[in-house]
């Protein structure tokens, strides 16, 4: 990623450059940046192609044509298939480009075995994009904030992160929200943070088996109709629940045996804010209850594919039982 903006910064572009990997957000960032830098407002110039049917004739041939009035030619291939399925003659035809076409290729998973991907190393760049680990994730989303003018404190912000998950799109876009919210207020409190960042259904489920925990039957269900006037499935809730109670068991054993978050969070392979919240949630079941929990659910499934429940019944069913 650095590569790429010290290019922008220098003005000095390589003929091809891959954009891969999970996080989205930073895709689209880094593709953006690069059309801004190189095209700009100019259509005439500029080709965008989406999809696996996209015509790679067609863009060898726009590749291959000198710019019309402008320094650059740019052509951006997206979501395109390529590394899994190679296009007939695009590795060749990158020699045959003009100085002045740069090609930006964006793809979520390839092959690096791929000849493609050998050639667009050996001639131009291939920046990964992958999820932010958690100090990360909290400098950026706090730059943003305080490019806003605004100031949070870290437990908020981490706070603010278990809820939204570390997906960066909804993160910008919870943050968003929270900034407008606050008004002319300088700071961004927890308060603010639970007025108005949405949950995404893990937190939701979180939400649900703390209820769960402290035997509150009302907001447990509550919980469990928001997430059904999401449109969620009560077979993907009820296994979602079912994870979160294996993983609560797997936690309270190893905090038994003296390990710490952090351990946890390498071992389960969890964020380290949600190792923190998943320690002090299991620390609220008594031993034995979440094995229990995990039987009873085992039942309930076997019914549901039996057909003697439908799965919105035994839903409902397995969270009045837990929290009665």
């Known amino acids: 990623m650095k590569t790429i903006r010290a290019d922008i910064k220098n003005g000095t572009f390589r003929p091809v ?18 059309k801004s830098a190189l095209a700009g407002d100019d259509d005439m110039n500029f080709m965008m192609m989406e999809g696996r049917d996209v015509d790679v004739s067609q863009i060898i041939q726009f590749g291959q044509t000198m710019p019309f009035f ?14 899994k399925k190679e296009p007939e003659g695009l590795a060749d035809a990158l020699d045959t480009f003009p100085d002045t076409t740069v090609l930006v290729i964006v793809e979520e998973s390839i092959d690096k075995r791929s000849r493609l991907y050998k050639k667009i190393t050996k001639i131009g760049y291939a920046a990964e994009c992958t999820r932010l ?33 570390d997906d960066m799109e909804n993160i ?72 979160q109670f294996h993983l609560l068991m797997q936690v309270k054993e190893m905090r038994a045996e003296g390990i710490g978050s952090a351990e946890i969070a390498q071992v389960l392979k969890l964020r380290p804010f949600v190792a923190d919240r998943m320690v002090r949630q299991a620390g ?3 031993d034995g209850e979440l094995a229990r929990y995990v039987e009873r659910y085992l039942d309930y499934d076997a019914a549901i594919k039996q057909g003697d429940l439908s799965d919105r019944l035994a839903c409902e069913l397995l969270i009045v039982s837990f929290s009665g």
């Not at 402008?70 to 590394?83: K, P």
């Not at 989303?141 to 870290?154: F, L, M, P, Y």
């Not at 919870?174 to 949950?199: A, M, Q």
């Open 17 to 34: 450059y891959l954009i891969y990997g999970e996080e989205a957000f930073v895709r689209t960032s880094l593709r953006n940046e690069l």
């Open 70 to 83: 402008a320094d650059h030619r740019l052509v951006i291939a997206e979501n395109t298939g390529w590394f």
């Open 133 to 165: 680990k958690q100090d990360a994730l909290l400098r950026w989303a706090a730059r943003r904030i305080g490019a806003a003018g605004k100031k949070v404190r870290e437990s908020t912000c981490r706070e603010f992160l278990s809820m939204t998950g």
């Open 172 to 243: 910008k876009n919870e943050l968003d929200k929270l900034i407008s919210y606050v008004g002319d207020r300088e700071e961004i409190t927890t308060e603010d943070v639970y007025e108005i960042t949405t949950r995404q259904i893990q937190g939701r489920i979180f939400d649900l088996v703390d209820a769960v925990a402290v035997k509150d039957r009302n907001k447990a269900l509550a919980l469990y109709y928001d997430l059904l006037t999401l449109r969620e499935p009560p077979m993907k809730i009820l296994a979602l629940i079912a994870r």
């Open 284 to 286: 609220r079941f008594a």
